[in-house]
């Protein structure tokens, strides 16, 4: 029977594969006719959907290989070493992972190819976080972050600022990881998906960090904030289980955390593994369970790799404290002993941190700066051109009160000009039948001449009546000429 269960489970995976193979091939052929900038991105993100969240398309990776050589994809031996370390890194070989991210890197600087690095450093600080390197993944984080303000690419500023943030707390500088979830928090404005989930991503954060400070009133607030907007497709059950148990455990319901915790808990994440485990054990040794709480603690103070050391030294005193309960003074000593000897690599560490954190500052700083300048300049730009705008304005208005006054001047020399003619109209034209009308009436009225002579003064009368008709109304036309 287990035989033939195998068999099925061999045919179910084999078929599964094979049609995944094809309708990755599908998809590449879409995403690989894209134009370069989007294309890139658009692998990159199916490479992360496929290889990082689920095995399915691991035999496939050479069919994606093939499809890259095929479309002649200049990143291809970076994108290659990315999937690969998506694979490894699922499978929680941080190490392997971090190795070949690295191979992607030194390739991609080749290229200065600010997308791609932004993310393979982003990536890259995930699997140093997994491994338990943070002065590695705060360092790749701000690699990464700088990258993304030069291409100006919001979504990976904020994904960088919530790893440095993450970074900080679990060095417990949690006004630092506050300053940074709050950067990120200020980018995400909109109503979109995208920034829906980030605004998820930072208030969980926020309950982590408020719960490692025991403020239980702000936990609560983050916690009822991640409910709210929490999505069916955030997958996030498991973390909110985990706010949950931080509420239990800041009102002393230590009884009710323990079943959550343990829920929470899972073998195959180790990165908040030792959290879980640590909050495990404080809350038996609460309720007395102190062989519960050892056999808890000793699994974290046992991975050396995997246990930040704010971690370790919370077990060494945890450890410590049991074995004073019990009276074991000497094993409690032993303990206080390892507990000052992990302080001291931490305050070795803390040093490099803090160089690190100023150089993210300045770095922060310098965008500020720049960005001031950029406004700046535009602000400058805008009043040169207003000042342009008023300085063409004003030679507007004045040529356009030249041209009035040039118009003024025109239409007096030219009414100057009709004047004189009219003047001359009225002294030579029209004077002249008027003369001779006022002439001839006189000579009629003072004339004892036959009437024959009167008929012939009455006609040279009328001849210059209409004579001095004609140049009236050729004054009159004057007149009314523009």
């Known amino acids: 029977m287990k035989n033939l269960l195998t068999i099925i489970l ?39 959907d496929r290889y990082y969240f689920s095995s399915d398309y691991d035999a496939g990776l050479d069919l994606a290989l093939d499809s890259l050589k095929k479309y002649q994809v200049a990143e291809t031996p970076a994108l290659i070493y990315f999937a690969q370390s998506l694979i490894v890194r699922r499978k ?62 919001k979504r990976r500023i904020i994904s960088s600022e919530l790893g440095i ?40 954060t926020k309950a982590d960090v ?32 985990r706010l949950n148990y931080y509420v239990l455990i800041l009102s002393g319901r230590y009884d009710e955390a323990i079943p959550l915790i343990k829920q929470v808990l899972d ?48 077990s060494y005193k945890l450890l410590g404290e049991i074995a004073l309960s019990k009276g074991l003074n000497e094993e409690a000593l032993r303990y206080q002993n390892l507990g000052l000897i992990e302080a001291e690599k931490s305050i070795k560490n803390m040093t490099e941190v803090s160089d690190l954190s100023f150089q993210i500052r300045l770095d922060q700083m310098e965008v500020e700066s720049k960005a001031q300048a950029s406004l700046f300049k535009k602000e400058r730009t805008i009043l040169v051109f207003g000042l342009l705008a008023t300085a063409l304005g004003a030679i507007i208005i004045g040529l356009f009160y030249n041209s009035i006054r040039q118009k003024s001047k025109y239409e007096k020399l030219l009414a100057d000009s009709k004047t004189r003619e009219l003047s001359f109209l009225n002294s030579h034209k029209t004077r002249k039948p008027l003369a001779n009308i006022l002439g001839f009436c006189n000579l009629a009225r ?37």
């Open 267 to 314: 073998p195959n994440v180790k990165y908040f593994r030792h959290i879980d485990r640590l909050n495990l054990a404080e809350s038996y040794f609460k309720i007395n369970d102190h062989k519960s709480a050892v056999s808890v603690i000793e699994h974290v103070v046992a991975d050396s790799m995997h246990a930040y050391s704010y971690i370790k030294i919370h």
């Open 92 to 153: 929680q070989d941080f190490i392997k992972a971090e190795q070949l991210l690295l191979k992607a890197i030194n390739w991609a600087e080749k290229g200065d190819n600010l997308y791609l690095l932004a993310s393979l450093h982003t990536t890259l600080a995930f699997a140093q976080t997994g491994k338990g390197d943070v002065l590695g993944a705060l360092h790749s984080y701000r690699l990464a972050r700088n990258e993304a303000e030069k291409l100006k690419d």
């Open 446 to 482: 003072e004339s004892d001449s036959p009437k024959s002579d009167l008929l012939t003064y009455f006609e040279y009368i009328a001849i210059s009546a209409a004579e001095l008709d004609e140049w009236v109304k050729e004054v009159d036309k004057k007149l009314k000429e523009d």
């Open 210 to 241: 408020f719960f490692a400070m025991q403020k239980a009133d702000s936990v609560k607030l983050y916690y009822n904030k991640a409910l709210t907007l929490n999505k069916p497709d955030y997958n996030s059950k498991r973390e909110l289980m």
């Open 10 to 48: 061999y045919l179910f995976v084999a078929s599964s594969v094979n049609a995944a193979d094809s309708t990755q091939k599908k998809n590449f052929e879409k995403i690989l006719g894209m134009e370069k900038g989007e294309r890139l991105k658009n692998i990159m993100d199916l490479f992360y």
């Open 165 to 204: 943030a993450d970074i900080y707390r679990t060095l417990q500088l949690y006004n630092h990881a506050i300053f940074y979830l709050d950067q990120a928090g200020l980018r995400c404005t909109g109503n979109n998906p995208y920034d829906q989930k980030m605004t998820f991503a930072i208030s969980k």
